[in-house]
């Protein structure tokens, strides 16, 4: 009976995807608000990404809410998993391949998800994808050696400072009677290291959280023992 | 205005610094949460008196609507910001094992409601709405009973199935209309969302929002998730979040989509709710039990109400969700000590007489009792369903009455029992003092609301108005034209 | 417009095919796979509005602004769901891990009955057969009280 059900709760689904399916237009429609974005980003904020532009500018609350339902995430993974017995099992070293790879990939995931990061408002990229690198950087590691694990006090310490950093910098502009995340005036010159004003510091902030926050729900993951 | 927004970014920023501050003090970490909690809820106080009748659109980053992320300010959104956040901290967590965490969760809870009542852009809309739901699953499973983690398993997989379906119904809404404003949403409707794909945006959205609503026939986590998650939460869950989804429903309902065969969709998932709810609060043996299908009995009253078009729906609706933010959690607070098999409530009237009092009062509103305001609730919808032309909104107040029926039957047979001369049972526990404290203050307040009924309504009755008034919050948030379509 | 057809159909399809893992598989696992897919499939659908004729990325690169840009909504909305996804899956797995470790087995079905037997101990009523089975309330077994309920 469920699986006659569910079969034909799917083919209703299938035929309404179809039918909207049917009665869109397959191209996007033409007057949107991201032609408007693209029309006056430069001008208004200053980065040569007008991706980043909208994450961190047009959209900044939903960045940093997005920050925060990451930080939730990894604070309900503590909660639920608990904490690890001492005397459990570790799993064993990985082969010697993994390590020296492991070793080798350190330093270059690090270069390579900090210039990600720093060079966000300038070609594709920014504060999540290169966190997402640094959070392998430090994972791969313990992939190789279960027996050494990260540092959870020194990951939660960045994660707070960083991501109350994003909301510090935001507040900032309200002190001047601006609204909060309003961008500073006076962004630098359009395709520089050093332009788009605030932008470049929130993505760090967003990095740097997000690196630590992934590492930390990784390793958390990953320290749980097997169920005897 | 602006420091509206300290609602959400002082318990963020206070929630993240949150375990660094333990490290250095415990006592401030456990005093800074219900500190912030309360000047955030003074803040939103303050700022609903001072805003009186007047409507106000706060740019997020002073960027313009509709390129930036709009906050629609009326007495709607602003009422309810505050009711989470002094639900919030009248339903703040215990001191017990995970204190630490469970404090973090509340207070994002509380950032992300206020967000949730107050944001004016359908994407935020989402984000916050997602956050709420990764707080309740935390704070769900906060008790670690191996119940509590099925049960939040089984919540999150639906929510998750929810929450695609939303993502689905804003591609729709982008891909028609061009953008996420929802002001410039409500201008551009009837010409782009006047159509099938409009509509199927709407049941996606109804369906995805309503998980968190109680809404049939994604309800099925209710039961489960009342009787394993600690009583606050429960209160907290049923009480003030279910009525924020529903307010996001009504919000689009209102604005957006005004297409009748979209309220029509309401109405028929109201009634089956009011249906299936009762009938199984009816069939209920377990006091947790009991109040979780009574709530999804509830808030299918709630769609029936919002289904009828124009303010009175609003008005109606209103009505019974402000009452019913009231008696939940208070009926919650009662469950506390009282959770279990509703035979061995038999004599509680014994340990806890205020606690039984308390109940027969909460059940009499809840039931639609004059004079309490439960039954000019009810009398409200009851009246406006009669006013509509179509017969299926005649069926909805037929429905409501019988259920009424059925919650007189099953809430007396509870009180009834709490009397029961019988000295063989084990008696029930007395209730904490600080349980039975709030609970006494919202029957108090439920009680005295009686006596200003009047003024209430009309106040309510503003609200309506102005929450429903769209060519208002079209010219309050004025957003720029989009530019022509490129070739 | 080719490939965009395709694009909408592998959506679409992910959409399907991940409603399927949850609606019809009873292992815990699939079920959480099957979300990943349906999260997929949603951010690619909200991705396609972005799709223009002859588009470049919308970034200026050397001072050149392109001619024709994609729509960079859409891009900014799914980075936040995908990193939204990310976390909920992260959430489902620890609490499959719980699950696992409490009840020894990821079959939802014998979870769900385990679950439910907890509850009603918990509760310390006689559970019936099925929760869906009419429970017979026996007021009868609780002595009257003198006078009529009012």
Redesign the interface.
Known sequence: MRRFTSALFLLGLGV?IA??YQ??GFH??????????N??AAD?LGAANFVTSVVL??????T???L??L???A??V???L?RRKPSAKRDPDAGFVLQAGADLFFPLLLIVGLYIILHGHLTPGGGFQGGVILAAAFFVPVLARPGTSIDHGWA??V???A??SF??I??L??LE???????PPGQGELGALFSAGTLPLLYIAVGLKVGAELAGLLAHLSETEAAE | M??L?LL??LP??T??????LDRVSTMLARLAGPVVLFITSAIGFWLWMQLGGQTVA??????LP????TFYVDQLSLLFAVAINVGTLLLWPDDGE?RL??S??SL?LA??GS?LALSGDL??IY??Y??VA??S??LV??K????A??????Y??IS??G??LV??G???V????????LAQLAQLAPD?LN???GL?AFVLMLIGFGVKAELFPVNTWVP?VY??APTRVSGLLAGVVSKLALIVIVRLLVLVFHQPEAQTVMLVLGILGVVTGELAA????????MLAYSSIGQLGIMFIAFAIPGQAGVFAGLAVALHHLIVKPALFLLAERW???L??L?GAARTSPLGAALFIVLALSLIGVPPFPGFWAKLLVLVHLGEQAQSLYYLGGLVILAGAALEANYL??VA??F????NKQELPPAHRRRDITIASVLTAGLVASVFVLSPLAERLDGIATQASDVPRYIQTVNP?A?????P | MDTSLVMYIAAGGL?LI??AG?VMSSH?VR?IFG?AL??A???L??L??SF?EGATAPIIVDGHVPA?MADP??QA?VL??IV?GV??LA??LS??I??QR??GTLD?RE??D???Q???D????DRPISSHA??P?D?TS??S?SEG?G
């Open positions: 309404l039918a909207i009665k869109m996007a429609s033409g007057s949107n608000v991201g032609q408007a974005i029309a006056v208004q500018g047009y959209r900044g609350l939903d940093l809410m997005e925060t339902i930080f939730t995430a604070t309900v503590a909660l639920v608990g939660r310490l994660e707070g400072l991501g109350a909301i510090f935001g507040l502009a309200m009677g601006k609204s909060f995340l309003t961008p | 602006n420091n927004l959400i970014a963020l920023i929630a993240f610094l949150l375990p660094i706060i740019q997020l980053g002073g960027f509709p390129l930036g992320i995970d965490r469970r973090i969760l994002i950032a992300s967000g994407f935020n984000v916050f997602e956050l990764v707080v699953y935390g499973a906060s670690s009973i191996p119940g983690y099925a049960a939040t398993i089984r999150l997989i998750a199935f929450a695609v993502l689905t804003i591609a729709l982008y891909q028609a209309t061009g953008t996420l404003n782009k159509n099938l794909q199927a489960e009787a394993t009816w069939r209920a043996r377990d006091f947790n039990r959770g279990g098999s035979e061995k038999a007396f047979r009834s029992s009397y029961y001369p019988d720029a989009l530019p022509e379509a490129q | 959409l991940g409603s949850i815990l079920i979300i349906l999260e499939g949603a951010n659908l909200l396609l509005a223009r024709i909504v859409p909305l936040t769901a939204i976390g909920i959430l489902a609490l499959a719980r699950v409490a009840y939802m979870i769900r385990r679950m439910a907890e509850i009603a918990t509760a310390s009523i009419p429970l309330v007021v609780v002595p009280p309920k």
